[in-house]
């Protein structure tokens, strides 16, 4: 089982950025990709940015240019970068992890209990 932790989120004025980190713990063999989707109330959960273990990303439209994943493969965490925040990048912010608890176990996907990001003047 593995364990995701988010911090970062609150409330900031549009234009400002914020980091989110996700720190994954547990029964990790590899983590093969992790990410960050949003849920914005009213809306279906969406992706934000994802990054694979070779380090391949991938981002939604909304926010190609204004926020940026990385990782530190080490600590198993990941951070979101958001720039020039918009009123609609309003949502809780949700930690995604795809991992293998061993080398021959299935694929297991896992969530974090999500972070509130509100961009609002």
């Known amino acids: 089982q593995v364990q995701l932790v988010e911090s970062g989120g609150g409330l900031v004025q549009p234009g400002r950025s914020l980091r989110l980190t996700c720190a994954a713990s547990?029964?990790?063999?590899?983590?093969?990709?992790m990410g960050w989707y949003r849920q914005a109330p009213g809306k279906q959960r969406e992706l934000v940015a994802a990054?694979?273990?070779?380090?391949?990303?991938n981002y939604a439209d909304s926010v190609k240019g204004r926020f940026t994943i990385s990782r530190d493969a080490a600590k198993n965490t990941i951070y979101l970068q958001m720039n020039s925040l918009k009123p609609e990048d309003t949502a809780v912010y949700y930690c995604n992890a795809e991992s293998k608890a061993g080398p021959y176990t299935p694929r297991e996907n896992s969530w974090g209990q999500g972070t509130q990001v509100t961009v609002s003047s």
């Open positions: 547990g029964s990790i063999f590899i983590i093969t990709s």
């Open positions: 990054v694979t273990s070779g380090g391949t990303t």
